[in-house]
């Protein structure tokens, strides 16, 4: 059974960088026709796309965080990270990482439990 | 980007009502929808992806229709586990967006 994990620091400082890593067990991020990605929910809002990344590194971004946003994938690690640059409190929500099928139909088929990330001084 | 607007953001209703959520998009997005279910704390689940697949293991009470801008998402006899809040998600194109959610309580 595929499992996806959340890791990375629950408190962030305004203006610093989040950091979090996705870490795949039951299967390989190596796998053709899945991206991986992240999707957010602030408290008591709705899902937010972050990014989705293939396991050879194409990356996708919502124009929204464009300009702070970057993903990476280690597969020799089977994992995949999210960094977000200049946060400020409107960043505070839960993160998932997800795995997307994207041979055919696209869904999100495996997340994440989601970790809460709050950015706070 | 591709709006989706969902209906009603809220529902009350009973066990064993028949209930339908409605998801709108604002452009032609094919059968490129996917619903998930969300309990509290908890992360989403997909219930159905292709806009009317049933993904492995949901219970058949669970079905979705549609093509093109306006998609359904019924539940023919709601039980006490499907209390929770549904999202549509279209996977047409980037960046993939989601509609702002239905949650469905108890009457």
């Known amino acids: 059974q595929l499992q996806l994990q959340e890791s990375g620091p629950g408190l962030v400082k305004p203006s610093e960088t989040l950091s979090l890593t996705c870490t795949v067990s039951g299967g390989s991020i190596s796998t053709s026709g899945y991206y991986w990605g992240w999707i957010r929910q602030p408290p008591g809002k709705g899902l937010e796309w972050i990014a989705d990344?293939?396991?050879?590194?194409?990356?996708y971004y919502n124009p929204s965080l464009k300009s702070r946003v970057t993903t990476s994938v280690d597969t020799s690690k089977n994992q995949f990270s999210l960094k977000l640059t200049s946060v400020t409190a409107a960043d505070t929500a839960v993160y998932y990482c997800?795995?997307?099928?994207?041979?055919?139909?696209?869904?999100?088929?495996?997340w994440g439990q989601g970790t809460q990330v709050t950015v706070s001084s | 980007d591709i709006q989706l607007t969902q209906s009603p953001p809220f529902l009350s209703a009973s066990v064993g009502d028949r209930v339908t959520i409605t998801c709108r998009a604002s452009q032609g997005i094919s059968s490129y929808l996917a619903w998930y279910q969300q309990k509290p704390g908890k992360a989403p689940e997909l219930l159905i992806y292709?806009?009317?697949t049933l993904q492995s293991g949901v219970p058949s009470r669970f079905s979705g229709s549609g093509s093109g801008t306006e998609f359904t998402l019924t539940i023919s006899s709601l039980q006490p586990e499907d209390f929770a809040t549904y999202y549509c998600?279209?996977?047409?194109?980037?960046?993939?967006?989601f509609g702002g959610g239905t949650k469905v309580e108890i009457k």
């Open positions: 990344i293939s396991h050879s590194g194409s990356t």
């Open positions: 998600q279209q996977v047409n194109s980037y960046p993939l967006t």
């Open positions: 292709a806009a009317s």
């Open positions: 997800a795995r997307r099928e994207v041979s055919v139909t696209g869904e999100n088929d495996y």
